[in-house]
């Protein structure tokens, strides 16, 4: 796609000049040097998922200028970061911490509040500080990729220990577990899998939480909770403070795998698949996140146009999908599931003859057998990441349009036929009535499973991103009458989100307001992030 070269005037954050805007930041040149502080004055370049831009949303809904940073800076140490915080407080400049900003889906690189300074900590701070084998834990810095940790545990010869990773893996494991991002091992929960932070606070205070604050301590990373409140909670999904460190557990080599896939023939099978599922999982004889991916969203990551198959306007036809589908794995069925078994061989055969035989109710479920499917196949795909193998082929059904961009809708419901009935259901009518394609999959946790609807837009079509975003405003407005909230969002829905989680009186966000303004009295860092506004800017216009 060829580069739209413009000119651009560098952003300046709101309630400062440019002159003094530009003096503050020859000050933080000075500390840190001058080539760690950028100025965002060059055209917006998107690039791709690998060579992602950060000062943007590279797959931004709203228009590119919208949630722009004015300026890039890349500490290498925790005193730089502090340092950074204090001159932002000194001169009351919002911040916003990345990690590496490929949070694709979510808002990427980009900041909130428009004119923010990034503060991009990958770029530097980017060791693994300890891989403990004995312990099967490991200390990271935020710039820590999902790819750079397998990579080192392989280079050390590590096999006895496992990482586990979400469907893209070149994000930061830090950025991606603050968020309480997913993965597919039985360690898939990675805020759970977490062990201890080193946090610098919003007046630029650092503290280690768990046994971390203990000074001699041995235990930061196999015991979470140290003594005490349980503090690291505050700081995922928030904006109460900047993590520079943090412990992750590893999981253990089970000592043999094997993926399967089933495929299921109609879509109201989905209910009775549900009731089947719960049990197994929640007994974890389903050892890992189970997905049940719908039709269209297996066709589009074969990575084909949409044009291959329909030129319409209006959402894609069932029939076409079905035609389309004809020659994928799931034939002439509507759902795949895709599953892992973990252990030696003999203990696999237990669970998977369980799994068959409770699958196999469903009239029609069919088994397909992994030898028949050819190495580029995207079970093949699924297979690398359940055994914790990073990889990047889910980003293929982006090809879907031209341009292609995506934003996701991520409810959360109880694993049961009802609610996925009545998630399936209000999805499909609204994005019929928008004219979007619909791509359902369900992932099961453990007691609750998450509906990820992805949107693929065209980024340079402003009649579909303002379908998209009418959509989405529509299902989460909807799914909250229904009594389903979303366990993540994109920026630009925060607001919204946060919204919805209104009991008493809106008591939670009150109380997250208060932990603000305390811990972050001149409301400087990633204002409005997790609808959350300091008091500087609260009722002035700035939620969306
Ligand atoms: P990824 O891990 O996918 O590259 P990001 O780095 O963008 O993603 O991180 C995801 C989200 O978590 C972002 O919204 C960002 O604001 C927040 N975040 C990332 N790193 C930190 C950090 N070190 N401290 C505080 N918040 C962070």
């Given amino acids: 796609k060829p580069v739209r070269e413009r000119q651009r005037l560098p952003v300046v954050p709101q309630g400062i000049e440019r002159d003094e805007f530009l003096a503050a930041l020859d000050e933080l040149k000075a ?51 502090q340092q950074i915080v204090l001159w932002a407080n000194k001169y009351l400049i919002p911040i916003f911490p990345i990690s590496m900003g490929r949070n694709l889906g979510y808002g990427g690189a980009a900041p909130r509040v428009r004119g923010s300074v990034t503060i991009d900590l990958g770029k530097r701070m980017n060791k693994i500080l300890d891989i403990n084998s004995e312990d099967y834990t490991c200390l990271l810095e935020p710039g820590v990729s999902f790819y750079a940790l397998y990579e080192a545990l392989k280079e050390k010869g590590y096999d006895h220990m496992w990482i586990d990773t ?20 039985p360690y898939g929960d990675h805020w759970a899998c977490h062990a201890g932070l080193e946090v610098v606070l919003p007046t630029g205070e650092v503290i280690r939480t768990g046994m971390g604050a203990l000074p001699e301590n041995n235990t930061w990373q196999t015991f979470p909770y140290g003594f005490g409140p349980y503090s690291d909670g505050i700081f995922s999904q928030s904006n109460f403070g900047i993590v520079t460190k943090m412990g992750m557990t590893l999981m253990p080599n089970p000592g043999g795998y094997e993926s399967f896939m089933y495929t299921f023939q109609n879509e109201e099978d989905l209910g ?182 992805e949107i693929v837009f065209d980024r340079d079509d402003a009649e579909r991103k303002k379908a998209a975003m009418d959509c989405l405003r529509d299902m989460i407005d909807q799914a909250a009458a229904l009594g389903y909230g979303e366990y993540r969002t994109h920026l630009v829905l925060m607001d919204q989100v946060a919204g919805t989680y209104s009991w008493g009186d809106g008591a939670l966000m009150k109380f997250n307001e208060r932990l603000k303004d305390a811990l972050d009295p001149n409301g400087i860092l990633a204002p409005g992030k997790s609808g959350i506004w300091p008091k500087r800017y609260r009722g002035r216009g700035w939620e969306m």
């Fill in 272 to 453: 009775p698949l549900m009731e089947i599922i719960r049990p197994l999982r929640i007994g974890m004889i389903l050892e890992n996140v189970a997905q049940v991916r719908h039709i269209a969203q297996t066709i589009a990551v074969r990575g084909h146009p949409r044009s291959k198959f329909y030129q319409g306007s209006g959402p894609i036809p069932d029939e076409v999908l079905h035609a389309a589908a004809v020659e994928s794995p799931v034939g002439d069925h509507t759902w795949a599931y895709y599953g892992m078994s973990y252990g030696p061989p003999h203990i696999r055969a237990y669970k998977l003859a369980i799994v068959d035989a409770e699958f196999r109710k469903i009239p029609g479920a069919k088994k397909v057998d992994p030898k028949s499917l050819p190495e580029d196949e995207y079970f093949w795909s699924r297979d690398r990441i359940a055994a914790g193998i990073p990889d990047i082929h889910e980003l293929r059904w982006v090809n879907w349009t031209p341009n292609g961009a995506h934003i996701a809708f991520s409810p959360v419901s109880p694993i049961r036929s009802a609610d996925a009935m009545k998630l399936f259901d209000m999805g499909k009518k609204l994005h019929h009535q928008y004219g979007i394609d619909f791509f359902p999959a369900f992932c099961v946790g453990l007691r609750e499973m998450h509906l990820i609807v």
């Fill in 31 to 81: 500390q840190l040097g001058g080539e760690f502080v950028e100025v965002n004055d060059k055209p917006l370049r998107d690039g791709w998922y690998m060579e992602h831009p950060n000062t943007h949303d590279m797959m931004t809904i709203l228009d590119e200028e919208e949630l722009v940073a004015s300026a890039v800076v890349y500490p290498s140490t925790t005193e730089e970061v």
């Fill in 166 to 185: 979400p469907d893209l893996g070149g994000g930061s494991v830090l950025g991606n577990t603050l968020d309480r991002g997913v993965g597919y091992t």
